[in-house]
């Protein structure tokens, strides 16, 4: 019974001790600082979902801008060929020197229409 007595003084007093400290318990003090902890963190998390939600919207703004350009080239690339087969088809009629000037230019080489039309292809 004295053993019982003494065991519940004991504990009765460490709580005390461990709870009270100047004005608030340390238990209180832990929460709080757990609590703290978790407003940081939680800070942190939603700051890096913004700034990977920003990421993408920046990607996305990027790579539709890459998307017109690559567009206008190929509209260039089109009306060039286009005009080009225009004046072509007008200028086979009259002018002997339309063949002969390229050969020259190419060292007599005689020009194969398969490897321009890959190599304006692969230009595009």
């Known amino acids: 019974n004295n ?4 065991h519940d003084y004991i ?7 461990w709870s009270f400290r100047r ?4 238990l209180e003090i832990m929460v709080l600082i757990m609590e703290r902890y978790k407003s940081i963190q939680m800070k942190l998390g ?6 990977r939600i920003d990421m993408l919207n ?9 998307k017109i350009l690559r567009l206008n ?4 690339y089109h009306t060039l060929f286009s005009n080009f087969k225009k004046w072509y088809e007008l200028a ?4 002997k020197w339309f063949k002969k000037a390229p050969q020259l230019i190419a060292k007599n ?16």
């Open 46 to 51: 939603l700051d890096r979902i913004k700034h």
């Open 11 to 17: 504990i009765r007093r460490a709580i005390r001790k």
């Open 109 to 124: 080489s005689k020009i194969n229409y398969q490897i321009a039309f890959w190599r304006l292809r692969d230009a595009i």
């Open 92 to 95: 086979v009629t009259y002018n």
């Open 23 to 26: 004005g608030r318990s340390s």
């Open 58 to 66: 920046y990607m996305n703004k990027m790579m539709a801008a890459q």
């Open 3 to 6: 053993f019982t007595k003494n």
């Open 73 to 76: 080239k190929l509209i260039e």
